[in-house]
């Protein structure tokens, strides 16, 4: 049914996991069906883009930093009586490098991939050699 396929895309499992664990196929098969069925294909391209949308958004955060609130409770006792006191903090969370650099060579390639440099190294080294 596509709209299991579809539904375990959507829960974050892999096309091998849903492939073996859930259809009992190995991921070959699944494959080869993706390529001979476009539902098939659609479905699963469904299923994953909440969830690749998801963690596109906290990546994001992630490398740009953020607040969060959070909530603490504190119980204590004044004058035989029980009472609550409520604080909110909020936390900065600092920008994350790791997570600056990943998005960037991702999304923008041309200026970012390490191989980029590796490519412009290697004309370098064949234009010494020429020059030689």
Avoid: C
């Avoid at 539904?7 to 091998?16: H, I, L, S, V």
């Amino acid at each position: 049914n596509l709209l299991r396929i579809e539904g375990w895309a959507r829960d974050g499992f892999t096309e091998k996991q849903i492939a073996n664990t859930k259809m009992g196929i190995s991921e070959f098969t699944l494959s080869r069906w993706k390529k001979e069925n476009e539902l098939l294909r659609d479905a699963i391209k469904r299923g994953k883009a909440p969830a690749d949308t998801l963690v596109e958004n906290q990546m994001y955060k992630r490398a740009t930093g953020y607040a969060t609130v959070e909530t603490i409770e504190e119980i204590y006792e004044e004058d035989g009586v029980q009472r609550k006191h409520v604080r909110r903090i909020t936390k900065e969370i600092p920008p994350d490098v790791t997570a600056q650099i990943f998005w960037l060579k991702n999304r923008k390639p041309a200026y970012w991939r390490d191989r980029r440099e590796a490519e412009i190294a290697a004309k370098e080294q064949v234009k010494v050699i020429l020059d030689v």
